[in-house]
């Protein structure tokens, strides 16, 4: 598995990668609705349902009678006319079928800016949304290259540990059999010299050796592998990677410009920003343009032919307006636009302090970068020197020209330069991936590894 592998699945299937699509999906919906607000409304209401006899009352006029006025005849329901008769089923009720539809079309003229600042708000929402997408998956991809690094570190220090395991048991038979002979070259003391660097050595390496088995599930996690699973990674020791050598005021420049937690920021002010004039634009009415149609049949109920009467069960109806609706609360719309500005406020103050934050960010990776460099260098020259000097003692140690305590020096002073100098070069990498994260970007060469001004792996 290589480390670019390894991002390539991790990004692609993720928990964290997978909650922020399904948030820029959801901004993506917001925008949807706002971009299609100008279309039209269309509202339909329609029924059907049984409905029983329903007669017209006749009525007529009557000459006479107690209200009669002059010249005026008196008007009741004719002979054989009951007006309580529809309330009553009885056998002989017919029962029919009454359908009923009303729909209206509403389509917006001028809204004062409305629609247009709804859909500017939902695009900002939109950026948010993919901003956070790469957010996620830089902070992916920061764990993941800490997991691969610092398996490769573990795995370089168990080899380094082996090693001092070695030494330590053929300077261990050496000294044993030299004891048997009874050369007078070495005591008991000097063996129990060695099983106490025995024991510090074993310590150290049950320890590393539990840390690698931390850094290989995490990145079998990122592999998608299951627990415990074998795997071999492509590369078998930590090589410095290739991080370019920039001032900070450079980094800070690219961080600005391509940092998606920035660019999640700047996106809120200009959201915020249009949600203000949304609210201002709130005090204006808005213009529609709006349909109506009714319509309705009852089959058994008798059609009036007064076409002033209303009648619910035997009707056809249309017609277009202008119209225009203008809430004039406008108390609560001030309250509503100040919340707004206060809105957008916070929103522009959080970016100014995120940018504080970055500035330190970058400069605080930067420098870090800088001196693990360094120090890779003098820890590469140290482990050079250790390394000539533990040839010496030991060449010496065989022909008994040098003590115990000298070769248990010069091994631990080995193994100690060698250990320092991949924990260098394990923290200048660290660091490089802390700049991207900081940056905004990746900004280690790929294939870096080998070319020249690179830190280098211990064996070279």
């Not at 920039?246 to 391509?258: G, P, Q």
């Not at 250790?386 to 065989?398: D, E, I, Q, R, Y």
């Amino acid at each position: 598995l290589s480390l670019a592998e390894l991002l390539a699945r991790v990004q692609g299937e993720n928990a964290a990668v997978t909650i922020a699509q399904n948030e820029l999906r959801g901004y993506e919906a917001v925008y949807l609705r706002a971009a299609t607000a100008w279309l039209p409304v269309i509202k339909v209401e329609s029924l059907l349902a049984p409905l029983p006899e329903r007669r017209l009352l006749r009525q007529c006029a009557y000459s006479g009678g107690p209200f009669a006025l002059d010249g005026i005849s008196q008007v009741a329901p004719c002979p054989g006319e009951d007006p309580s008769d529809d309330e009553h089923l009885t056998a002989d009720t017919d029962i029919g079928v009454l359908t009923r539809t009303k729909a209206s079309v509403t389509l917006p003229l001028y809204t004062f800016g409305k629609l247009d600042a709804a859909k500017l708000a939902a695009e900002q929402g939109v950026e948010v949304g993919r901003a956070s997408v790469d957010l996620s998956r830089m902070h992916l991809t920061h764990l993941v290259k800490q997991a691969y690094y610092g398996a490769l570190l573990t795995a370089d220090a168990l080899e380094i540990l082996e090693d001092g395991r070695r030494r330590l048991e053929k300077a261990k038979k050496q000294i044993e059999g030299e004891l048997v002979r009874e050369t007078g070259r070495f005591t008991s003391n000097d063996l129990r010299k060695l099983e106490v660097q025995a024991g510090e050595l074993e310590a150290g390496y049950l320890e590393t050796n539990a840390l690698s088995r931390v850094s290989r599930e995490g990145l079998r996690l990122a592999a998608g592998l299951a627990p415990g699973s074998p795997f071999t990674l492509d590369v078998d020791e930590l090589s410095g990677v290739d991080a370019p050598e920039r001032d900070e005021s450079a980094w800070l420049k690219d961080a600005t410009e391509t940092r998606a937690d920035l660019r999640m920021a700047a996106a809120a002010v200009q959201a915020r920003h249009h949600q203000v004039e949304l609210a201002t634009a709130e005090y204006y009415p808005d213009i529609a343009l709006v349909g109506a149609f009714g319509y309705a049949k009852g089959t058994t109920a008798e059609n009036s032919p007064d076409p002033y009467a209303k009648d619910e069960y035997n009707f056809s109806s249309w017609g277009v307006v202008l119209g225009a609706e203008w809430k004039l609360d406008f108390a609560a719309r001030r309250g509503k636009l100040q919340e707004a500005e206060a809105a957008q406020g916070k929103a522009t103050a959080q970016r100014e302090g995120l940018l504080q934050k970055v500035r330190l960010d970058v400069f605080e990776a930067a420098g870090h970068l800088e001196r693990y460099r360094a120090e890779t260098a003098a820890r590469k020259k140290a482990m050079k020197a250790g390394k000539g000097w533990l040839v010496s003692n030991t060449m010496n140690f065989g022909a008994g020209l040098a003590e115990t305590d000298e070769l248990l020096e010069s091994l631990i002073a080995y193994s100690k330069a060698r250990l320092a100098y991949i924990r260098a070069l394990y923290e200048f990498n660290l660091a490089a991936a802390r700049l991207s994260l900081a940056v905004g970007r990746e900004i280690v060469v790929p294939s870096a590894a080998t070319s020249a001004g690179a830190p280098t792996s211990p064996s070279e």
